[in-house]
Structures are given as structure tokens and as C-alpha cells.
Antibody, heavy 125, light 107 residues
Framework: QLHLQESGPGLVKPSETLSLTCIVSGDSVSSGNDYWDWIRQSPGKGLEWIGSIFYTGTAYYNPSLMNRVSISIDTSKDEFSLNLNSVTAADTAIYYC?????????????????WGQGTLVTVSS | DILMTQSPSSLSASVGDRVTITCRSSQSISGYLNWFQQKPGKAPEALIYATSSLPSGVPSRFSGGGSGTEFTLTISNLQPEDFATYYCQQSYSRPLTFGPGTKVDMK
């Protein structure tokens, strides 16, 4: 049974860096068929895809955050991390990590099929 | 970016009703359309992938259809546990984008 758990500070000061880690259990981040993604949800902007990473370290980011975001992966620990710098109040949101399955029976689906419970991060001084 | 819209933004229904939610994309997404259900305080859960396929464990009263730029989610015989917010999401191209959601509440 796959389980994802976000961890990190719930309060970040403006202009500082938001750092979160997602610990994966019940599966390996090196499985080869999956991407590991970060998604956030705020009342103002709804659900927003932040970016994703493959076990090889190849990462993709939402252009709206491209110059502030980085995602990394540690295959030895089965965890992946999000860094978002120069945060403002607009970055206040629930942050989710998720597994995105690329294919089922050879068919490309790109489905977020497992999610962490989410962690609220508030940007405030 | 591909813009996703949903209608209605909310609806009220009764147990046993048939409910249909529409999702539109700003360009063709070739069937790469997923649906999620979210209950208060919980993460979204996958409901339908690739327009009309159900992940294991999703009840058959949920169905999806459509093509091109217009897609639907139908819940037949609405159950008490189905009162929730529903989101569509395109997986055709990056950045992956979600619709704004449709809240289904009790009439």
C-alpha cells in the first residue's frame, strides 16, 4: 500500500525559502513508471501543479514558478523534496505530494493516483 | 497553458439523482482528461482517467465521456458519500492544469 507523507515547516517568513519533503513508503521512487509531483491548493488559485521529478533526476516545473522552484529526489531514502524561494503571502497554500503514474497496460494516462494528506504552509512574518 | 473550465460551479442534488458535470479545455487534449473527487480536509482522489476509465475500487455509478475539448462526469444514483467537490485535470501537456471545481451538495 503506497503512502506519501509531506513534512516541513508550517510557517515561512516572506522572502524566505519554503522547503518540504515527501517520504514515500510502500513503493520505490525508482520504480521507473512514475513521476513524483508537487501540487498546491489555495482558495484563490485552486489546484496548481508545481512540478515533477523522475527517479533519474529529470525535473519539470510550472513556468509560472520556474524561476523560484526546484525539486530534487533521493532514491536511497525514497523521498523527494520541494524548494520554493522568495515566498510571498500568495504562496500560502496546502501543499500535496503525489505519485503520477505514466502508463497503465502500456497506455499513457499520466494520472495522480496517490496523494499525501497535504500540509498547510502559511507565509507570514 | 491549457485553461480548464467547469460547469456548473456548484449544484444541489438529492440521493438517487443523476448528476452531470461538464469540463471544457481551451484546446484539444486528445482524451487526456482525468477527474478527481475531494472531500473537506482531504486530498483529491482519482475518480476517472483518460476520459472514461475507472481506477480500481471506484464505483461503477461514476462514468466519464467526451472528446476534443468537452468532457463530462456523470454520477448515476447519487449516494450520500458522493457529496464532494469534483475537479477535472488535463494530462495532455505541461503545465498540467486543473479545472476550478464543481461542488455537489445536498438539496
Amino acid at each position: 500500500q503506497l503512502h506519501l507523507q509531506e513534512s516541513g515547516p508550517g510557517l515561512v517568513k516572506p522572502s524566505e525559502t519554503l522547503s518540504l519533503t515527501c517520504i514515500v513508503s510502500g513503493d520505490s521512487v525508482s520504480s521507473g513508471n512514475d513521476y513524483w509531483d508537487w501540487i498546491r491548493q489555495s482558495p484563490g488559485k485552486g489546484l496548481e501543479w508545481i512540478g515533477s521529478i523522475f527517479y533519474t533526476g529529470t525535473a519539470y516545473y510550472n513556468p509560472s514558478l520556474m524561476n523560484r522552484v526546484s525539486i530534487s529526489i533521493d532514491t536511497s531514502k525514497d523521498e523527494f523534496s520541494l524548494n520554493l524561494n522568495s515566498v510571498t503571502a500568495a504562496d500560502t497554500a496546502i501543499y500535496y505530494c503525489a505519485r503520477r503514474t505514466q502508463k497503465i497496460f502500456g497506455v499513457v494516462i499520466n494520472l495522480f493516483d496517490s496523494w499525501g494528506q497535504g500540509t498547510l504552509v502559511t507565509v507570514s512574518s | 497553458d491549457i485553461l480548464m473550465t467547469q460547469s456548473p460551479s456548484s449544484l444541489s442534488a438529492s440521493v438517487g439523482d443523476r448528476v452531470t458535470i461538464t469540463c471544457r479545455s481551451s484546446q484539444s487534449i486528445s482524451g487526456y482528461l482525468n477527474w478527481f473527487q475531494q472531500k473537506p480536509g482531504k486530498a483529491p482522489e482519482a475518480l476517472i482517467y483518460a476520459t472514461s476509465s475507472l481506477p480500481s475500487g471506484v464505483p461503477s455509478r461514476f462514468s466519464g465521456g467526451g472528446s476534443g475539448t468537452e468532457f463530462t462526469l456523470t454520477i448515476s444514483n447519487l449516494q450520500p458519500e458522493d457529496f464532494a467537490t469534483y475537479y477535472c485535470q488535463q494530462s495532455y501537456s505541461r503545465p498540467l492544469t486543473f479545472g476550478p471545481g464543481t461542488k455537489v451538495d445536498m438539496k
